[in-house]
């Protein structure tokens, strides 16, 4: 697994205490294409972000340490959001599904949050933002069993 730390674009919020994994999906076809949204939609500033983006190779980018940063990533406001790690992976949606490389990467990063942060898999977006349709239940039923398989 390859870590591209590219957490100096992304404004930190400081807050070490992390109680959830909100797992998300881009709704584009590239780590860059993500970024450069995020980068336009905060106008250079950072706030609605991922701590993390694993791209379809499994390139796992962060955007913000989850020692010192947290996102606005819930649509649930900011006493909800500074508890969560958030991580979002390519994808353009229900139809494209996510690739073995990321699959990987998702339990490779997912292994060490949990030792770090001694927190759960947790949940996903549309399960806590009902206006929100990332990660429906089928599909995330399926992610969290992969994720969570031991690797032999």
């Known amino acids: 697994m390859k870590v591209i730390d590219i957490t100096e674009r992304f404004k930190d919020n400081a807050h070490k205490v992390r109680k959830k ?64 790690i958030s991580i979002s992976l390519v994808s353009r949606g229900k139809k494209d599904l996510f690739t073995d490389e990321q699959i990987a990467s998702s339990k490779q990063l997912y292994s060490i949050l949990k030792g770090l942060y001694k927190i759960e898999l947790n949940t996903h977006h549309a399960s806590i933002n009902s206006n929100k349709s990332d990660f429906p239940d089928y599909t995330w039923k399926e992610f969290k069993k992969q994720i969570k398989q031991k690797t032999t």
């Open 21 to 84: 994994i909100i797992w998300h999906w881009t709704a584009s076809n590239t780590a860059k294409s993500a970024i450069d949204w995020l980068d336009q939609r905060n106008n250079g500033e950072g706030t609605v972000a991922y701590n993390y983006i694993i791209d379809k190779n499994g390139d796992v980018y962060m955007l913000g340490n989850p020692k010192n940063t947290f996102f606005h990533n819930s649509g649930l406001g900011t006493d909800y959001d500074k508890d969560t």
